[in-house]
């Protein structure tokens, strides 16, 4: 498994058991593009199942049918937990509103530091 990945959207890295992903700056994710990077996180851990840590200040926008998408059995795939990082109390707010919105069948938190991220995260690195 190679260590890093860089693709259009996102980059991918492996660190310490979790699954590192940092979006690109002033992405706008709609369905094609979501099935895109979830296709890239799954050949990049070969199909296997990581914690995720996910840098989201990048994306701008994000449709409704790609919000589905992600938070939909086939879009966490290969995904255990995640933490996603947003940088702002809006950000933030709006976090929390997509995920009572959009539910999934694992374990998912908005964090503001890296720090409680990654401590949370360390309970599901196998």
Known sequence: MNPELDTDYVHLE????ILVGIYK??????????????QS?????????FPALIYNQGVISMDKEARQFLSSPEGIKGLKAAAIILDSPFG??????FLAVNKTSMPV??????GSASKWLAQFVT
């Open 14 to 17: 492996i660190k310490d058991g």
């Open 25 to 38: 700056k002033g992405l706008k994710i709609n369905l094609p593009i979501a099935r895109q990077i979830v």
């Open 92 to 97: 933030s707010f709006l976090g929390n509103f």
């Open 41 to 49: 996180r799954l050949s990049f851990t070969e199909n296997k199942i």
């Open 109 to 114: 938190r908005i964090f503001s530091n890296t």
